[in-house]
């Protein structure tokens, strides 16, 4: 994931992973990245800021499996699929697990 001006130069690089979906939440952005391929199954999550200076990255933490889908709850959470479940992600970056897939 790069940083670019409105002229299409690179500013730099934010994030060097597959991005799933970039969720947009208030003055920030949630970025869902990770893959599944073969016996390989990551995922993660990148929470990144919009200031004066530009982009900068923020709070990351892992989901433990890639995810494939997200959505923001009123509440400011985050829903997040994975290949092995589901997951709630809280406004402080905690993730809880709320079901398995067999």
């Known amino acids: 994931m790069l940083w670019c001006s409105a002229d299409g130069s690179v500013q730099g690089q934010l994030l060097d992973d597959n991005v799933v979906t970039i969720l947009p ?11 599944s391929h073969l016996e390989l199954d990551r995922g993660r999550v990148l929470e990144l800021l919009d200031d004066a200076d530009g982009f900068h990255p923020a709070r990351t933490t892992e989901f433990g499996s890639a995810p494939t889908a997200g959505a923001v ?29 067999h």
């Open 25 to 35: 939440i208030l003055d920030r952005f949630v970025v869902l990245a990770g893959l």
């Open 73 to 101: 709850e009123p509440s400011g959470a985050i829903l997040v699929t994975t290949m092995r479940g589901l997951v709630r992600l809280t406004p402080e970056f905690h993730v809880h697990r709320l079901r398995d897939f």
